[in-house]
């Protein structure tokens, strides 16, 4: 768990990050312009406010903040719009609202009707997110004065003249309530959104964002509108362009169209609720259906703004880190628990540390409980040492830096920061994070660590309660007045992602030891560089039966070397600043890796090291397993799980058991992993692993000769002792099946409908299905199948379909899947039938195409412009023996493409009479809910 960020407890815990999406018609006032009103006016230049690092404010005056983050050798442009209104601006009876709002931005205005098609059309990759002090919306496009001009008038718009109409929100409310169904699934979610509602009295972070139920269902639809018109507004927001922009023109842009918004007379509300000392242990029992335990702890901390949060950052780190965190060593490591983990809210307003770990059921509760507390509570007594902090503070900062490298990111997060109080807190933080010392740390622990500041137990009396007293609210403008921050990462240039250019840089070749590469230099931001390695070997006969074997070989590989132990790898991967995976299967195994050019020699030692010499340490073998048994046995009772293995076995029964292919079940998953041992797994590693056949791919900011001479000299020599041919995928026509798994106490279930096909991607007819495709499950929530299921029904949050091909082999498939309400099954079913059933006998307009096309082309055009993307393409297209002309050709055949060739298509390859269902979801549950009338059949 992510010891600061609240990005990911939002998604996984509370289920409140949302993309948008669109449609609306109503009444409303005239759209604000996007140009400016009087031309023969001109505005006055605005001054900048302040600047950190490449970063500059400015307050236009209206009220809005902009911050604008020049990165020249992104190929993009991103807008972030946050608004500095969260759940926690909500009163009774609308808690979920800033959420359920910000679904209904995304339903339209007079002038964009249609919001998922106009951002498809224009290639974005936008999203809308929810959370306790804010509300933000984004979207990434690619680099252009147009793009700029349209995004910044389109936030402008939807500021003030989106629909909030009734009849959105009636429709809306089933989705948002599937999305918290869908959270309903998560013991875990749900274990900490009740810890967090018992250590909240009053302050309303012991509200989960998604709401209650019952207030999603019945809150009106004028409340919404008035929260709407309270805190939508330039005072109250803040807009960050970060990518490739002229500085200048974009300053003159948000002044023309955001800067335009006037500011409402009446301020700006504000809250004042403050939570009281906590006096004394609180516990909340959780009972669901699950198959593992859990603990969950939380402690009172100060506002994210504090100075001392730093050292709460810090402690957050030493105590929760894997495997160097006080807690790992004593409860994984002992056998105790299997997982343990560390996370904190950074927020405006006093927040929480807290501590988790989850047990298997056969582990016993109470000796794990007393550990867990014992090790946080009296942490203080142990003080901290000089190398638990510098290893802690090492993490945290490469997060930074890693962070500031990815100005899209980093536009993205700066909304966090401001909500906490200002934005330059990300720089300040960072540089106090660099002065914490270990006794700040103890200080930390002894002050907040306490029982009676703790949710977890059980309420007891005592004479002489010891209280953890916050500090005083401190003046974060005092704070950060005159900050200036370090100097400017290098710029990079500006790159072109297009086929022709990528090509026109690539060097190809072959180093003497038979590993083939691709290389791109190009100057990036950070001075960056990407590497991939794949490597193959075996054949089918050899790996027969030795999948979880090579499963274990791969996962051990970063867990240890004979020079280096997994903590000193880990140690010595944060100093260098490199993001490295390592993964791997009875096939082949690939590497990635990501950092700066002046650290990338002494990582690929270290790499080398790992690939070359691992220990396969019998402890932390045994770790390993004890955490893939947690993990599989997780997710043992999920309809996700259930769903999707019975699903792939049906479309997949071509491959025996022992076969690479083969897809287990769950109760064979578990033998095999409790079944494997290391000898096993080291014996797989010996007959099997060498760089005998491989690619290689680097993109980024490096010495191309100093590199390739690097590579040969680390893995020339190393061939693997096993031979080496291609294990080929089989077609099989399956014909229909339907499977019903009941998956009791889950408040939603999932839907996967599907075929197998004949199917190479260099086929005839594979760009008009990839385009058919794209329009009927795929873009941002412009699909068909999103319009009418999770738009016009409100059946489902999460809808799509997919269409894939193998490069080799005439392979493929075709999938469409959904979450939803286990009592919609039926109505569920028949959208997707009747959509896929359009879709292949009436086919496309040649508007939809033309406008789906568009956006397709600029979504491939800016996945190239990731270079850890485009290293992993140039590493397949080695192993096929491809250039990025087959892409050029693709996009050629894509860009002629009428709508009858690819209804032809799609005709000719998929029909629903053809598909295997699975449907996987409590049924059982929800007849004996509904009333006799509205029961869903027997058999969903």
Known sequence: MPRRTPLFLLATLLVASTPGWAKGSAPAPKPVATAPARAATKAPALSPMTSVEGITEYRMPNGLRVLLFPDPTKPTVTVNVTYFVGSKHEGYGETGMAHLLEHLMFKGTPTTTNVPQALTERGARPNGTTWLDRTNYYETLPASDDNLRWALGFEADRMVHSFIAKKDLDSEMTVVRNELESGENNPRGILFARVMSTAYLWHNYGKSTIGARADLEHVPIDRLQAFYRRYYRPDNAMVVVAGRFDEAKALALVRDTLGKVPRPAAPVPTTYTQEPTQDGEREVTLRRVGDTQLLTSVYHVPEGAHPEFAAIDVLTEVLGDVPSGRLYKSLVETKQASRASAFNFQLRDPGVIGFSTELRQDQPLAPARDTLLKEVEEAARRPFTADEVTRAKTSLLKQVDLLLNNSERAAILLSEWAAIGDWRLLFLHRDRISEVKPEDVTRAAAAYLKPSNRTLGTFLPTPQPDRAELPSPVDVAKMVDGYQGRAKVAQGEAFDPSPANVEARVERGELPGGLRYAVLP????????????????????????????????????????TKHSRQQLMDALDTLKARVSVDGSSLEASVSIECPRDNLAEVLKLIAEVLREPAFDANEFALLKQERLTALEAQRSTPETQGGIAFWRALSPQYPKGHPYYVPTMDERLASVKGTTLEEARAFYQ?????SHGELAVVGDFDTKQVLAQVQALLGDWKSRAP?????????????KAVTLETPDKANAYFLAGQSLSLRDDDADWPALTLGNFMLGGGFLNSRLATRVRQQEGLSYGVGSSVRASELDAVGSFVTYAIYAPENAAKLESAMREELSRATQQGFSVEELTKARAGLLEYRQTSRAQDGSLAHQLASYLYLGRTLGFDAELERKLAKLTPDEVRRAMAARLSWDRVSIVKAGDFAGARKKAPASDAPPASP
């Open 522 to 561: 190009k100057k990036t931001r950070g001075e960056m560089v990407n590497v991939v390695l794949d490597l193959h070997w075996g054949t089918e006969e050899t790996v027969r039966g030795r999948v979880d074997a090579a499963q274990y070989a791969s996962r051990m590989l970063m867990r240890g070397t």
């Open 687 to 691: 007959d099997f692993y060498g760089a």
């Open 724 to 736: 080496y041919a291609r294990v080929p995928y089989s077609y099989v026509d399956v014909g229909a």
